[in-house]
Nanobody, 125 residues
Framework: QVQLVESGGGLVQPGGSLRLSCAAS????????IGWFRQAPGKEREAVSYISSRSDKIYYLDSVKDRFIISRDNSKDTATLEMNSLKPEDTAVYYC??????????????????WGRGTQVTVSS
């Protein structure tokens, strides 16, 4: 079992930055890939980024490439999503998820076993 807790969300102006953290507790964090998802009001949840258990595979949603950076520190059981040049359309609840997910299925939320409760990100002037 892995418990995940997101933090770092908030209100930021367009063009600003936020750093989301995902803290894991339980066991075997380093076994699992980490995915970041988001859900905007009235929209389906979508995959934003993925990092494999050893950080050797990383993927991004096209609309966040070159703006977001995903990383993890297995020694601290944490994962991070650094978000730069934020846009109003990035407004959403952001979730981290963990599971034995191969990189081919990185954007499929059903294959992730563990989920955090989410953190709100609002980009507005």
């Amino acid at each position: 079992q892995v418990q995940l807790v997101e933090s770092g969300g908030g209100l930021v102006q367009p063009g600003g930055s936020l750093r989301l953290s995902c803290a894991a507790s339980g066991s075997n964090f380093d076994w699992y890939a980490i995915g970041w998802f988001r859900q905007a009001p009235g929209k389906e949840r979508e995959a934003v980024s993925y990092i494999s258990s050893r950080s050797d595979k990383i993927y991004y949603l096209d609309s966040v490439k070159d703006r977001f950076i995903i990383s993890r520190d297995n020694s601290k059981d944490t994962a991070t999503l650094e978000m730069n040049s934020l846009k109003p359309e990035d407004t959403a609840v952001y979730y981290c998820a963990a599971g034995p997910v191969g990189h081919i299925s990185w954007s499929v939320e059903q294959v992730y076993n563990y989920w955090g409760r989410g953190t709100q990100v609002t980009v507005s002037s």
